[in-house]
């Protein structure tokens, strides 16, 4: 090995292809090219004077060396974002916080109540659809909170994340009005059998939701709607349901739309677990009021407490850096 310190970018893109195994989703996962992101390997390779990968046209593997790096790669990665947020942007900076949607219930009061609890602090609302799409503007340094299913991202994400259990958000559908079941106070999920329900599919930033939709509805007879146009505000999300009528699966927050009816759904009850989340390393006082905001309005409100007739996808969790 040089005596050259070894770059972050370089562990970053080894680490990328360790935990893709693939060149081209590691090169999207950081936004870079493919062969800027082969270069840098084959740099790391060369100033390490070992082989990290064996490459063949259908495969990428870790070789015994590519093992023996990747827990120090990640250690070192943690240690210089830990570094990066302690003397990076300043705290006094605003907080940038998504709540996926402008008419959002559940992160909405949270980020109500946070602003209560933080004066000081500027915390400024985003609305980026959904946490896929979140997430990777959260790695990116772009976004610094947001919420949604953590259980529904790619593993390779979730390992650069830390969040915190925020609430079991019931389910609930959103109808045409003069739909069969509007006139229902609540929906058996087995009553949308027949039905295709639309539940963001083809809407990249929304593939967790989507994920959420396809488990509950698998083995119930209820089909999953095609890709339609991501409608943003009241007035196009009401135009394209009239066009489309398709129930929408939504949670029971959902803001009211004109010429529908939202109605909660039961037997079972569907739950999507909602969680706070953010970088892991990432300090600030706005996030520390979100974490105390959060567990608080839980506690209050058994935000965490879970339905004798409940279904999940997966069960709710903290990260051991978020717990």
Same mark, same amino acid.
């Given at each position: 090995?040089?005596?050259?310190? !070894?770059?972050?970018?370089?562990?970053?893109?080894?680490?990328?292809?360790?935990?893709?195994?693939?060149?081209?989703?590691?090169?999207?996962?950081?936004?870079?090219?493919?062969? &800027?992101?082969?270069?840098?390997?084959?740099? %790391?390779?060369?100033? %390490?004077?070992?082989?990290?990968?064996?490459?063949?046209?259908?495969?990428?593997?870790?070789?015994?060396?590519?093992?023996?790096?990747?827990?120090?790669?990640?250690?070192?990665?943690?240690?210089?974002?830990?570094?990066?947020?302690?003397?990076?942007?300043?705290?006094?900076?605003?907080?940038?916080?998504?709540?996926?949607?402008?008419?959002?219930?559940?992160?909405?009061?949270? %980020?109500?109540?946070?602003?209560?609890?933080?004066?000081?602090?500027?915390?400024?609302?985003?609305?980026?659809?959904? !946490?896929?799409?979140? &997430?990777?503007?959260?790695?990116?340094?772009? !976004?610094?909170?947001?919420?949604?299913?953590?259980?529904?991202?790619?593993?390779?994400?979730?390992?650069?994340?830390?969040?915190?259990?925020?609430?079991?958000?019931?389910?609930?559908?959103? !109808?045409?009005?003069?739909?069969?079941?509007?006139?229902?106070?609540?929906?058996?999920?087995?009553?949308?059998?027949?039905?295709?329900?639309?539940?963001?599919?083809?809407?990249?930033?929304?593939?967790?939701?989507?994920?959420?939709?396809?488990?509950?509805?698998?083995?119930?007879?209820?089909?999953? &709607?095609?890709?339609?146009?991501?409608?943003?505000?009241?007035?196009?999300?009401?135009?394209?349901?009239?066009?489309?009528?398709?129930?929408?699966?939504?949670?029971?927050?959902?803001?009211?739309?004109?010429?529908?009816?939202?109605?909660?759904?039961?037997?079972?009850?569907?739950?999507?677990?909602?969680?706070?989340?953010?970088?892991?390393?990432?300090?600030?006082?706005?996030?520390?009021?979100?974490?105390?905001?959060?567990?608080?309005?839980?506690?209050?409100?058994?935000?965490?407490?879970?339905?004798?007739?409940?279904?999940?996808?997966?069960?709710?969790?903290?990260?051991?850096?978020?717990?």
């Amino acid at each position: 090995m040089t005596n050259r310190d !070894l770059e972050p970018r370089l562990l970053r893109g080894f680490l990328a292809v360790a935990e893709e195994l693939h060149f081209t989703r590691a090169a999207a996962r950081l936004y870079v090219a493919q062969q &800027a992101l082969s270069r840098d390997v084959r740099r %790391l390779e060369r100033e %390490l004077g070992a082989e990290l990968f064996v490459r063949t046209t259908r495969q990428v593997e870790l070789t015994a060396d590519g093992q023996r790096l990747l827990p120090h790669a990640r250690r070192v990665l943690q240690a210089h974002e830990e570094l990066a947020a302690a003397f990076g942007p300043d705290p006094g900076r605003p907080l940038l916080v998504d709540l996926n949607t402008a008419g959002s219930g559940t992160a909405r009061t949270v %980020l109500e109540r946070a602003r209560e609890l933080a004066p000081g602090c500027e915390l400024m609302a985003r609305f980026e659809s959904g !946490l896929t799409h979140a &997430a990777a503007e959260i790695l990116a340094g772009r !976004l610094d909170a947001s919420f949604g299913r953590v259980g529904g991202l790619e593993p390779a994400v979730r390992a650069r994340l830390a969040w915190q259990a925020v609430r079991y958000e019931p389910l609930a559908v959103l !109808l045409p009005e003069d739909h069969p079941l509007a006139p229902l106070p609540a929906v058996p999920v087995t009553a949308l059998a027949g039905e295709t329900v639309y539940a963001g599919a083809g809407n990249p930033r929304t593939a967790e939701w989507t994920d959420l939709a396809h488990r509950l509805f698998d083995g119930r007879g209820i089909a999953l &709607a095609p890709p339609a146009p991501v409608a943003v505000g009241k007035a196009e999300f009401s135009r394209v349901m009239a066009k489309t009528r398709n129930p929408v699966l939504v949670t029971v927050d959902f803001p009211d739309m004109p010429g529908s009816v939202k109605r909660p759904l039961v037997d079972p009850v569907p739950l999507s677990p909602l969680s706070l989340v953010w970088r892991k390393g990432f300090g600030h006082p706005g996030l520390d009021a979100l974490r105390a905001a959060a567990a608080g309005l839980a506690d209050v409100h058994d935000w965490l407490g879970e339905p004798e007739d409940g279904w999940r996808p997966e069960p709710l969790t903290s990260s051991d850096s978020g717990g």
